[in-house]
């Protein structure tokens, strides 16, 4: 097989400083384990807006395009708050996941068990916790037709139109199945089926794919709003949770604060299978471009690094490396090393994000 390729985007604030630390698992992989990357690297965000005027060039497009995966860092910041919306640097972004069609947002909610009183729920209730929303992201509230504000007689109306077609729904759920044959083989598809009719349509579909091609695997169903109480109550109880766009957000948000800190938190975003059966794919750090910490040091670039994990599992089939990186990450917590935002008591002297990407860099060689 020809050498896999990766574009980095490192973005706006923090992303380039996390994304420093990124390089040096990619050059252990390549010294330690002969697993080599073609990276190209280019601008997203405002450092494409400063560079030409938009947020993502048409090159990088192409070149997202083209490439197996795509790593970025974080987009935004002040100096681009008051630009039109349409350079916006989120506009790079939605760009790309739409021009890609990464129609399943990936986010997993993993507790590493070093920072489990980081947690708002009680220690014993996320401990040990390792859940994955898969969370449809091209369709649905965010972007059925009709939308706006119109008006009707004296006042105003704002209409969004919560909208899937059975492809749609039928797509999405085969990457959760797919998922939980590679996990605890359990999906809990969440919608409200009780209340709305995309529900009705969402659950129906969901148990057909379920029927026909996947009935190997533990499928409940369950109305998105217990699905939040079930998260904050007993959130072991689920492996993949499935959902659409706009429920997405919210439970994934939700899931993602029982583990801690925002500088924990990869994801990654498929579309279709490409010619050489690889998704389409973008995998980046929850967290945003940070323009408070933004240059000194204190960003944690563990988000980061877990997303490039993602990449190895879920673009490379590299599952082993993936998880000699998560574990090597759970290790440096381990041994009490903490970037600012992981510090729990008063006198803990924090690393720097060079300090934190060189301490994991030491665990995956202890690895060996
Ligand atoms: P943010 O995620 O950038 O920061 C929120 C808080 O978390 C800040 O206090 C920050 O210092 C802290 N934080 C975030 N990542 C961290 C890390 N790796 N290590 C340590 N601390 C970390 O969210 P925000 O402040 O709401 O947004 C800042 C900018 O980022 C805005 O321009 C926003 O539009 C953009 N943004 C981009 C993305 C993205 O690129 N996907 C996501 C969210 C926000």
Redo the contacts with the bound molecule.
């Keep these: 097989m020809s050498t896999p390729s990766l574009l980095i985007l490192p973005?706006?604030?923090?992303?380039p400083e996390?994304m420093v630390e990124v390089r040096k698992i990619i050059d252990w992989l390549s010294n330690h384990r002969g697993i080599s990357f073609e990276v190209s690297e280019d601008l997203v965000?405002g450092a494409a807006y400063d560079a030409h005027g938009v947020a993502l060039h048409d090159a990088t497009m192409a070149k997202a395009q083209s490439v197996d995966a795509v790593l970025?860092?974080?987009?935004?910041?002040?100096k681009?708050?008051n630009l039109d919306f349409s350079v916006k640097?989120?506009r790079g972004?939605l760009r790309l996941r739409k021009e890609m069609d990464l129609f399943a947002n990936l986010r997993p909610a993993q507790c590493f068990d070093a920072l489990a009183d980081f947690s708002s729920l009680k220690r014993d209730l996320v401990a040990g916790l390792d859940i994955m929303i898969v969370r449809e992201l091209t369709s649905g509230s965010y972007f059925g037709e009709p939308r706006g504000i119109f008006k009707e007689g004296n006042e105003r109306v704002g209409i969004n139109t919560h909208r899937y077609t059975e492809s749609e729904i039928a797509r999405v759920a085969r990457a959760a199945f797919e998922l939980a044959q590679r996990r605890s083989n359990r999906v809990c598809s969440m919608e409200k089926a009780n209340v709305m009719e995309a529900g009705v349509l969402w659950r129906d579909v969901v148990s057909e794919v379920h029927q026909a091609e996947y009935s190997d695997v533990e499928l409940s169903h369950m109305y998105a709003d217990n699905g939040a109480m079930q998260l904050v109550r007993a959130p072991k109880q689920f492996d993949v949770i499935l959902t659409d766009n706009l429920f997405g957000d919210i439970l994934s948000d939700c899931a993602a604060m029982l583990t801690g800190?925002?500088?924990m938190l990869p994801s990654a975003s498929l579309g279709s299978p490409m010619d050489n059966g690889r998704p389409k794919a973008l995998y980046?750090?929850?967290?945003?471009?940070?323009?408070?910490?933004t240059g000194q040091g204190?960003?944690?670039?563990?988000?980061?690094v877990l997303s490039f994990a993602m990449a190895l599992r879920y673009s490379f089939n590299m599952g082993k490396e993936a998880t000699r990186i998560e574990n090597a990450v759970e290790g440096v917590l381990a041994d009490g090393v903490r970037?600012?935002?992981l510090l729990q008591a008063d006198g803990e002297q924090p690393v720097t994000t060079s300090e934190m990407g060189n301490a994991i860099v030491a665990r995956l060689t202890a690895s060996l």
């Excluded at 973005?11 to 992303?15: E, V």
């Excluded at 970025?72 to 002040?78: K, T």
């Excluded at 204190?298 to 988000?303: G, H």
């Design positions: 973005g706006d604030g923090i992303g996390v965000g970025l860092g974080a987009v935004g910041g002040p681009y708050d640097p989120e972004l800190s925002l500088g980046e750090p929850v967290h945003g471009s940070a323009p408070d910490i204190k960003a944690n670039p563990s988000a980061c970037t600012a935002d």
